[in-house]
């Protein structure tokens, strides 16, 4: 079941029309060569409508809504390719609504709903999805404070986030701990190369950096927020798909060859139907995933609902990335061609968090 | 009706499901109206069809007048949903339930409605239908098959083909060419209510791909049919016959209701996962199948939640009839892969065929040749995919 919220509904209006004069797809190579990780204006714009603020609660200068609430926002920028850090901040934001102290939330919170950037370091190099397999660790130092050391990757907008939230292990167990970024030299912070030219990725190395022990986090529930960010990522997805969709009939509309649109082909046409369920597809799965999480019946079926959004966008995303190449012919194979933006975000999102096969996998026990 | 009126005749549906179910024929039964290949299992369904009817449980919201119960639609949709939970068998009068029966209800004459309701309802006349032509698969606008009015009769020839229940029906629900000329082919047709018991209507049972008879080629020559079972005015048939696709479809409401088919759903086939062995373990422990399995569960959840989505205008804006159109192309596309699934669940057992030895006597062997009907009939899936290309996607024509 589905359940449309009224927030949904107000959001998914004003975020499609923001996106789409904001981040219009002719603009997506401007700004990967601008290199920049945002473009000021557009960050404040998102700040006074509120949107870094759309889970938090009123009390720490939130709208107070929902996460799932969040759901069309990701997906109409999804859409328009846009990366912005709202993303990062967004789940940054629900790391500390969930696990944070009463301290930690009321000096961060307040900060991120006025545009303060933010970023979760949780991947290590080994490219384990098991959020739980950590070798940052964090130290007892004699004095009474930690030590923190070791590596995260593909750190989301690492060069203007001023708070990181790391994981790392303690004891054994994985906790939480929050790091300034002025706690951090810039040679820690390196720009890494990702497939997705849009992404500001970053590699982290943290070498004995002090944590006090205020700035650990009381509670550590990993799956939470690797259930928030998948359902974020899978909305983005969504969105992709649906623009990718968009950019193959396009093409199949206007491109002609042995002087017929290659539209009218079947070879076409029938995989470009394909694509259309594909991305019906997983728009129910997400919007679903949505309903599930707001509601907050059971941890299992919230699992369930959201590693099944994943699991539909990262499959149905790659191939219609994929076969977006294929049906622009020699044009598809140039980098002027929007299909290679496609796909290229097609897959970083689709190894965010785990593809289909390891959502499959984790699935098993949930269902059987 | 109040809820507890709702629970106290739910309870009651249930009590007397549960008493009278009807226990294991012993033999093989069809899962839809479309696969009755036997006399044995036909009689088998009539009887219980007419038992189901002498309940009250038929035709519950059609009026008293004609044989129906006069009670709330909500009542009948509450025996139906029953049923299917308690896996009774079919109704095999589907056409006459569901497509011709309401049909007649809205615009048949008072003399057709005391005519045909009741036998409906209670199995006394099958019904069938005569719509698709040897030549012209999906393109019932082109029917061929020929009506001449001489007297106040109308002389019939051609042939028509899927007629399920051919050999068993008195009527048919018949769309035929009573002219050819008007300014396009769908003037030329008329609708008729026809009496399958004349000279010259030959229903020749047909072997299916599954070795058993479900449906036949219907010849007529020279077929004499009186003049006044024509529904609506000559010229009128392509209408009348896009009401009846309303009904088929479930477009609109009306119909008798009743189990229309042992619907075959994902859990059945995770049932069967669980109890069917590949190399001695169950093929549910096995990662590959389970993967796989994973597969179609998604995909069947998948469905489900795509038509949840359909009903909120807001998230459908971009291709709004996308999902409505292409269920049938989604569902039965899925139910031939849940089938042929089933098959590789049983290890060397997959090879065997209707018997005793096989898993469940060859239900799902015969299930997964017969799953084609769907994704040929009404339309293959080539052509539903030709079919959203152009009018959802807006692509040019093939």
């Known amino acids: ?368 | 009706m109040k809820p507890a009126e709702i629970d106290q005749f739910r309870a009651q549906v249930r009590a007397w499901l549960s008493d009278n179910k009807p226990a294991d024929p012993g033999f093989l039964l069809p899962e839809t109206f479309m696969e009755v290949g036997t006399d044995q299992q036909f009689e088998f369904l009539r009887d219980w069809q007419r038992k189901v009817f002498e309940a009250g449980y038929l035709g519950m919201s059609w009026p008293e007048a004609y044989g129906g119960g006069g009670q709330p639609q909500l009542m009948q949709e509450i025996v139906n949903q029953e049923m299917a939970a308690a896996r009774v068998p079919f109704v095999p009068n589907t056409i006459g339930l569901n497509w011709a029966g309401p049909l007649i209800l809205d615009m048949g004459s008072e003399a057709d409605k005391n005519r045909y309701i009741k036998n409906i309802l209670s199995a006394e006349d099958i019904w069938c239908q005569g719509f698709s032509e040897p030549d012209h698969g999906s393109d019932l606008g082109n029917a061929q098959v020929r009506a001449v009015k001489d007297g106040d009769e109308y002389v019939v020839n051609g042939s028509k083909i899927w007629t399920s229940l051919g050999s068993y029906a008195k009527y048919m629900i018949l769309i035929a060419r009573t002219s050819t000329e008007g300014p396009n082919k769908y003037a030329g047709l008329s609708f008729f209510l026809a009496p399958m018991n004349v000279t010259g209507i030959d229903p020749t049972p047909i072997k299916k791909l599954t070795g058993e008879y479900g449906f036949c080629q219907t010849y007529f020559d020279d077929a004499r049919i009186p003049a006044d079972c024509m529904l609506g005015q000559e010229g009128e048939g392509w209408s009348v016959a896009m009401k009846t696709l309303m009904f088929e479809r479930g477009a609109v409401g009306g119909q008798a209701g009743g189990l229309s088919m042992m619907d075959l759903n994902i859990n059945d086939i995770i049932e069967l996962a669980r109890r069917a062995t590949r190399n001695g373990r169950p093929a549910i422990d096995d990662p590959l199948t389970r993967d796989e399995l994973i597969k179609l569960v998604l995909e069947a959840r998948g469905n489900a939640l795509m038509g949840s989505k359909a009903k909120i205008p807001a998230l459908n804006q971009t291709y709004p009839t996308a999902v409505a159109m292409s269920s049938k192309l989604r569902g039965s596309e899925l139910k031939r892969k849940m089938t042929r699934f089933a098959l590789s669940l049983q290890g060397a057992n997959g090879a065997r065929y209707i018997s005793e030895q096989a898993m469940d006597g060859g239900k799902w062997q015969r299930s997964y040749l017969n799953s084609f009907s769907a994704t040929i009939g009404g339309g293959t899936s080539q052509i539903q995919k030709n079919i959203l290309g152009e009018r959802v996607l807006g692509l040019p024509k093939s």
């Open chain 1, 1 to 368: 079941m589905i359940v449309f919220s009224e927030e949904q509904a107000m959001l998914l209006d004003t975020a499609n029309e923001f996106c789409q004069n904001q981040a219009p797809r002719s603009a997506v190579r401007d700004v990967i060569n601008a290199g920049t990780a945002m473009d000021p204006l557009v960050w404040q714009t998102m700040v006074d409508l509120g949107w870094l603020g759309i889970s938090i609660p009123e009390g720490y200068g939130g709208l107070g809504m929902n996460l799932a609430d969040a759901v069309p926002i990701f997906e109409a920028m999804g859409r328009q390719l846009m990366d912005t850090p709202l993303l990062a901040t967004t789940l940054a934001a629900q790391v500390l609504i969930q696990d944070g102290s009463e301290d930690q939330k009321s000096t961060w919170l307040h900060k991120i709903s006025a545009g303060t950037i933010a970023s979760v370091a949780y991947q290590e190099s080994d490219g384990n999805w098991d959020l739980g397999a950590i070798d940052v660790a964090l130290t007892p130092q004699a004095s009474g404070g930690f030590t923190l050391s070791g590596t995260k990757i593909l750190v989301p907008d690492a060069e203007v986030a001023e708070l990181f939230i790391v994981s790392a292990r303690h004891e054994g167990r994985p906790v939480w701990c929050l790091v300034p970024s002025e706690s951090l030299g810039s040679s820690q912070v390196e720009r890494e190369t990702v497939i997705d030219e849009t992404r500001h990725s970053y590699c982290v190395r943290f070498s004995d950096v002090l944590v006090s022990p205020d700035d650990v986090l009381p509670q550590c529930h990993l799956l939470t927020f690797e259930m928030a960010s998948m359902m974020l990522i899978a909305a983005e997805m969504s969105g992709g798909l649906a623009g990718v969709l968009e950019v193959v009939v396009d093409y199949l509309n206007t491109r002609k060859q042995f002087d017929k649109l290659i539209g009218s082909y079947q070879a076409l046409k029938h995989p470009t139907v394909d694509m259309l369920l594909g991305s019906e597809l997983v728009r129910s799965t997400v919007y679903h995933a949505a309903t599930v999480w707001r509601e907050n019946k059971s941890a299992s079926a919230v699992e369930t609902a959201i590693r099944m959004a994943k699991c539909c966008a990262s499959e149905q995303f790659s191939e219609a990335g994929d076969r977006g190449i294929q049906f622009h012919g020699g044009f598809g194979f140039t980098y002027e061609c929007d299909a290679q933006l496609f796909l290229r975000r097609a897959l970083w999102s689709q190894y965010q968090l785990g593809d289909e096969r390891y959502q499959r996998q984790k699935m098993g026990s949930l269902l059987f």
